[in-house]
């Protein structure tokens, strides 16, 4: 308990010490105050962290904090240059990728329609789809597990996919039919 509190007074030494010079130093390297704040902090978490820093002399430990200070500017710059600003007014225009309510709504209908129509498969075809598309097996591998050639297994996959496509376009009908 006495090495951690004697710890933690060697950090608040060191802070004392240094803490104005960094600021000052940060503050004419970034636009506003509060960046600055937000680097002296980062900087002294980085200083604290390390325990070699205080058996050094005064002048070799601002020496290194000024290293760290210049190196979180720069790491500061890196990251803004990888946003991309872009004006309010735009913001509305631009799309974040998820889908819209509608389209979701419409992919879970999708999903349960193929869920039915798999249902309706053979128990070799279920089995060909949970191989191929679950497991990621290649056709050579699920031909060995089947028992059957590599040729007959793409058939058969490429025939069941077929089904399965007319399935899920007749179950779309269907379902339009029904709401119209």
Known sequence: MDAEIARDEVDAALYDRFALTIFTYLGQQVSNEQDAEDLVLEVFLAAFNNEALSSLPAERQLAWLLRVARNKVVDRYRHLALLTLVPLGLVGELE?????????????????????????????????????????????????????????????????????RGSTTRQKGRSS???A
């Not at 039915?116 to 070799?124: D, G, I, N």
């Not at 279920?126 to 089947?146: C, K, V």
Request: contains cysteine; hydrophobic residues 30%; charged residues 25%.
């Open 96 to 164: 974040d990728g998820a889908p819209t309510p509608e389209q979701y709504t419409e992919q879970q209908e999708m999903y349960e329609r193929l869920y039915l129509a798999l249902e309706h498969l053979s128990p070799l075809q279920q089995e060909l789809i949970r191989l191929r598309y679950t497991n990621g097996l290649r056709f050579s591998e699920i031909a060995q597990i089947l028992g059957k050639s590599e040729g007959a297994v793409r058939k058969l996959c490429a025939r069941t996919l077929q089904q399965l």
């Open 177 to 179: 039919d029904e709401t």
